[in-house]
């Protein structure tokens, strides 16, 4: 019998042993993969990417007989689900699988922003030491808002209680399940939180939701931390905020034209980045592996996934 084809859009060493299984396309750059798709496209009856990526409906339409999109980690807002309903492909993804990761990230940049460790680590290995004036804000008993009180949050909360931060959230509904103090407006959070945690998933409903209103609210010295999807934050607002002290500083692990950043967003005052690897981790990534592993496994075997997105879930 013949292998089964997989076209892999992502990077990950843990998946060098699929070809044993499925015969692997593993095509990262745009054009290599436009030219596969091209010649060998009705031959893919699978897709590894990630929410981020998703899988364009020019790269859909070449795969006929595309039957799984398997989507590593919780987003998958790259993928048209309404297209895929309608050619009966399944769309599976991995909530869950770095909720830790992404909440202890999440930590060490507020942490590292707020205290500025980057400028210090530089300054100290450059031959320099602190100014008589030199001074940065602290953590502990500091408002901490948070933008979307899911698994995610919830972990980030329960981070902030150790450094006793009140917790406030926004969310499109009020959690009846936590003691944390709910918002009705993300503008009503902006205005109480000295650190705005942003973890919304992207997609039109929270498409530059943080907007230049919303960061005047979160005020000259508040700061805010971009993890979820970076199209939730406007990044011309955000330029604007950091450069004109608007707010005091953003720290940022994904951001809205990724890999490709504005050199005015990288030159701006008092940022610090990480290249969307919030949630990678040894120990996270050997779960999100499985879980895809087993998702594609029982859907070429015409079973049902494990985790598909609760959208196609019935599908």
């Not at 009140?166 to 936590?178: E, F, G, Q």
């Not at 707010?247 to 940022?252: H, T």
Request: net charge negative; glycine share 10%; with cysteine.
């Amino acid at each position: 019998m013949a292998k089964s084809t997989l076209l892999i859009k992502v990077r990950d060493n843990e998946l060098k042993d699929l070809s044993a299984i499925y015969n692997v396309q593993q095509h990262i750059e745009d054009e290599p993969r436009a030219a596969f798709l091209a010649q060998s496209g009705g031959t893919v009856d699978a897709v590894l990417t990630n929410g981020s990526l998703g899988v364009s409906p020019e790269e859909m339409a070449a795969m006929t007989g595309l039957k799984i999109i398997c989507c590593l980690g919780a987003g998958y807002e790259g993928v048209d689900l309404d297209l895929c309903r309608q050619r009966g492909i399944m769309v599976t993804h991995g909530p869950g699988t770095n909720d830790t990761a992404v909440a202890d990230h999440t930590m060490a940049l507020l942490f590292a922003i707020i205290r500025d460790i980057p400028h210090f680590d530089a300054l100290v290995k450059s031959g320099g030491w602190k100014t008589v004036n030199t001074s940065r804000p602290m953590i502990n008993g500091k408002t901490l808002g948070i933008y979307a009180m899911g698994r995610i949050g919830l972990h980030v909360a329960k981070r902030a209680r150790a450094f006793d931060m009140p917790v406030h959230y926004y969310n499109r509904n009020k959690r009846n399940d936590v003691d944390y103090v709910y918002e009705n407006s993300l503008m009503d959070l902006a205005t109480v939180s000295d650190y705005l945690i942003v973890i919304a998933p992207g997609g039109d409903d929270t498409f530059h939701t943080v907007n230049a209103e919303v960061l005047k609210a979160l005020g000259p010295t508040g700061y805010l931390i971009s993890m979820g999807r970076g199209s939730v934050v406007d990044t011309d607002a955000m330029i604007a905020a950091l450069n004109s002290g608007t707010i005091a500083g953003a720290g940022l692990d994904v951001f809205e034209t990724e890999p490709d950043i504005p050199v005015e967003l990288r030159e701006a005052k008092n940022i610090i980045f990480s290249p969307h690897i919030a949630g990678r981790a040894p120990e996270t990534r050997t779960i999100m592996i499985d879980l895809f592993r087993n998702n594609l496994k029982n859907v070429l075997a015409g079973e049902a996934p494990v985790t598909p997105v609760p959208e196609l879930a019935g599908g």
